[in-house]
């Protein structure tokens, strides 16, 4: 589910801290915390072996090798590549769920423009709606695992109702000429809208004019998710960062060992806890957890984008403007605002 | 209330400086001070407990800490992190903030398109009016804090005239079935406005479809805010910073202290205030501060959006246009630019 | 006045570094030179204070402080601050000027769309662009200073021939309601548009949808520079970053003398001028000079926005456009392209 | 081909990581692995000459060559131009592919607006379809490498079937007057419409209006990625940038070799591998990879976009959705959300 | 001319960048040189005469002043503002330069609503083409120095055929009132589309609006393009920047030569020529020369967009998609995809 926050937020005063410190769900401490415990795993199997198993003369070595690392660690570009990922993933991200469409513009649409009482206009209507959400479940279905998961086979989209069997038969027989047949459920909503106009349920050129670029619209906003998923960022680019940061904190298992021999040193301490490097994995870690959220927002995270509730919503949400709700105004009485 | 500092910065004279740091609503000091102060309450209690109330092998051990995580304190990313953040919150806070819908263009259209100057006329145009206002209101008691705290229940948006209390059961009826119903006022204002265009009250079939459109635009505008609020970025991403941000200065009250016996090092002094700390202090918590701000411009800071006033200007300015000042146009004469 | 420097950079040859630093109006120096100077003179005053009316114990004293500040320069974040604000302000200032709008769109839509010779005609026309103007004008007192100078009442505006007497009655008439009351010549326009129509002036629905919507998007342009001004970047943001740059720079005073104790050092010597902190301090200074001339590009710098010299080009455009060259085409003949 | 792993990345759980890791095709590995190589084999040969090859005395300048440019490293300002071409070079690549046009929009379009079922309806919608997938592969066949070699000449375009010998003979009789004739079929495209129109075909003109509209539409998103071709990143820009990468790793051969005379130095060891300096190569050329690769997405390497396959899918659903498919929708019941 | 090297970059290979090095036109090789070589010049001027000219007090404070120099070199911010300068610049270039109207969608739209084969609609059809191109001419003359140069006045556009005669003596008499008249010719274009439309050349209303309203767009994108050049980055902006990098090398000058009493020093040599700074030299100015040419893509910079052929393409384009090729389409026959 997407992790909300938006009302902890309302006012930036000093307990906004705590209160988002305090989520669990999609935070920083969840994604950071195994990761951590991984390592650490590593860190205290490399501390004993360093200590009390390790010869004088392997001792030595490994202090070599962990003062040379340590000293050499400026040499990747961590933070500098991290920053400019995150930056480019989020717009990413922001651009592509922004067209994220919702059924009112549709609906409201074929409400006001189709807007007659007669059971053939609001069969027609709620065709129309229907379709069009159906159109959104298929590209769905491709691109985010949870819709996918809720619809394994299209068998599951007839049982939940989005599509008759016979339309499925219809769908399936497309089907053998290309795979990506999405387009299949707004050719019949334009075709009935088409019927409807020719029938004069949809008046005016104009109006059917407007039904037809309505749907347009939802597909078109369709299509910008399926170009996100068609042409994801090139993969060397992810690799390189996350390589790069795993990397780093392998090193670090032995780099930022405290030695016994440095203890003289006035910058060093005897510690059984790296607590510094701690932190920086923390921080480090968690930003680029960010960046793994944010690669596919129709993913399965915690703060990936409720792709099944927006289906729920639209179909509902789609009848109710078109059927239940439809055609129906108060009436006109003055208002307090008269003078 | 929205700080407006516009007309301050008019021209970039020095004087420009002093002017923008002296105020106070939704400024930095505002925002720091309290911070700074529980942050130097902690920095005094460790000052006194290190110099007064510790043992010898305490202080040799505190002083072994602080040099420890003083000489580590670059681990933590800080102001890149911090940079990257807040221009990513600045951009989507512009973005949503851009498509922030005023009344005019709904106001103006109806205005022109539907000029009738009946009675009838006259009432579908101000009933239009207010149900794209009532929309409004119903969006932004979800999505801001404010509107939600001037309107708590449905109640009182009925007794402040946005809506009669037989639109409300109208409402609430179709509330039952799904709770987001911020269309229904846009389903009447349709509706009216397909009743007067089958009354020829709007002529046009291009006319109608244009106060369709307006209409649309409007709600398109509100359903962008909409997803504003639902899509927030990723929780972990400010909680990695903000966590990051205060750890860091947390490190400080230890690391950042003067230490007794590091006073014959050339750089170092002993001072009674932690000068230089208390102005990175106050810089990067107060930039941080920006990113809490912006994270929910519609929240009740002082530098948020004042939304409220938004609605009575819609309200007034659109009935305004559509009633007082309708239909009315100066006599045409020759102007002075004639030749 | 907007300092226009695009021909000089034509070809990016060597020297065109030359020609931009001679130019002085709108210059890095011109906006530095005296921050430099009153810098300076401090500068001077601690330098001679230190030399020579210190007591020998106040000099160390002075010389500890010096060497502690310097040594703790770098906790101010300085460029990095500037660096991502001077890019935030940048973009917001690109966004909104590129909607400025002239009036070529308007007036070439009415003068082919309300083609007739008549008297009346005319007149409708000029009264179009007129109001069209006039509503800049209202818009541009309220944000831009320079504008609010030249016409300081509304009987300015009248003066200079925009606004005839009996129109600013109306318009105050309405004033008395709210105060933002921008669209009220936009309304008038709109009317004018549909007395034409009504009179078959403006021949064709489409025709009429066009003149609206070409007056539409001129004042939609106008109402993103009226959200630019009414939602100014949150001043704490500014704020820290101009503070940050004034007190890096007011400790440079102290951290950045040269030390009487230090010459044995071997990168310190001793010279009458600071000469590197005074590079530091004009690029920086320069730099942070580029945002705040950003920061209002309606405000009264060298380097903003001419907005009286639109307005006179969009009325005398316009009525040259809508009337002196009106309806005239050259006579169809071969060209020279014609085999 | 387009390599996509976005399932692999549906949620960002700590395998996610080795999953993007195993991957081969487009990845970091294959595009450094060569590069590291030749990299290798010059530091080895530098470092048997210095160690068994050199004399004394050369070894002795040799070593303050290392020293000298080693210390001198960080004049060359790598990460931080490297950062920002990278965010630069992608924002570029992502609007320009966000634009490639499906025809999609197209075919539902004219589907819908020539709904005839006659033998002309029928050829006119399939030759138009087949006109724009034409004027696709003609721009294609000028900026993209891979469709340039699937069909080297015109007569291939005609052997595949998007265009007949006729056509072609029109196209090359067109050629003679200027090289790019792109619009050709766009031109018959829009002729065949008009005729449709003329011969009611297409029935209002708000009809064809929109089918003229669709394949603008697409002819415009054509144009774009033509100026993406056309308008490259001034060369000495991805010049600058890689040359400085290259010259930095050129000069790590001598600044990074492990030297004999140094051995005493703290940080310093003797391995045989420079293991750091290796990390620093993968991870800094890597991140240059991406930018290389991301300069043309229309070319040939593992992550360029796939535009033959692209224009099969245009082919072929763009005639299924107008013939195969058309003028077909499912009979009018009621639903399962009917109540 | 616009330097063109896509189709090396079509594979991201090793080879892609010794191909992009060869290029010599447009490249840093040919902006860097000549900057380079004076900076040389200097710099050995100064070798020659701290080595052999100065006396051995001079070379001691010729030291101390150099070494005091290096130390402070990182007090300038180059790297940093000028990472963002070239991003901000960039990102305008980039959104001006997409902008650029080709003749295309006039051309296009022309053809396909005013169809008839008579001569006047012929002349019609290619007199409102020539008047779109001249109204491009009319614009760049004025903000293009090479189409500046081309068409030194006038009168030069009158001998290429753009505008006859009689047409200029029109657009010179309007001269007289406003300075800016590149509207006329398209005031010429409406006007000529009104009048088809009257005798109905083209018949319907939505037709003639489409005509309106390409011409519209291709002129709103030469406004843009307008405003990109009458709205330049504030002057201060790029002043600061390019004085910055030019101070930073006048002082390496001194900062970076060998100094003979330092030779001691480990990290120290007596080199003849300055590679590291003469690398960070090329890499630096390399970086800035690309700022440079960005700055006005209209220029005469090798890599600036060649804005005179531009003209030549529209209009033989323009010509031939509204004559030459004008109202044919092949015959409809059956494809080979039809079943």
Redesign the interface.
Known sequence: M??????D????N?L??LR??G?W????WK?VV??LF?WLLFYYAIYFAYRYAFSKQLQTVFE??S??????MK???????L??F???V???W?SA??V?P?I??V???V???L?GKGR?DR??R??II?YVVLHQILVFRD?S?RVRRRFPTLKYVVDA?FM?Q??LD?LES?NQ??S??Y??P??????????AHQQKLID???????V?FAI?EF??AM??LI?F????????????V???V??YFA?CLVSRQFLISDMKS????D?PVP???V??F???I??M??A?????P????D???EVNSIID?N???G???VD???????????????D
């Open positions: 997407t992790v909300s926050y938006q009302l937020v309302s006012s930036g000093p906004l801290f988002l410190l989520r769900r999609g935070s920083i994604s195994g990761d991984v070599e090798i003062i040379h690392t340590d000293d050499r040499y990747l570009p961590l933070t500098f590549m920053g400019f995150v930056t480019t989020f717009e990413r922001r769920l922004n994220m919702f009112e513009s609906a409201l649409s409400a006001v423009l807007p053939e069969l027609t709620r065709a229907r691109i695992m109702g008759r016979e339309e219809v497309v000429e290309s990506q047949t387009w299949v707004i050719n019949w909503a334009n075709s009935l809208a088409l019927v005016q050129p104009t109006a059917f004019n407007n037809i347009k597909r078109v299509e910008t170009k998923d068609a042409i994801p960022i090139p993969i060397a680019y992810p690799q390189v996350f390589l790069a795993r990397v090193i006035k910058t060093q301490m510690w607590i510094m490097t932190l920086e923390i921080f480090v968690g930003w957890k960010v793994e959220v944010l690669l596919n129709l993913g399965e995270d703060d990936d984008f919503n179909i509902s949400r009848m109710a403007i239940t709700t439809h055609g129906y105004h108060p009436d006109l009485v003055d208002d307090v605002f008269s």
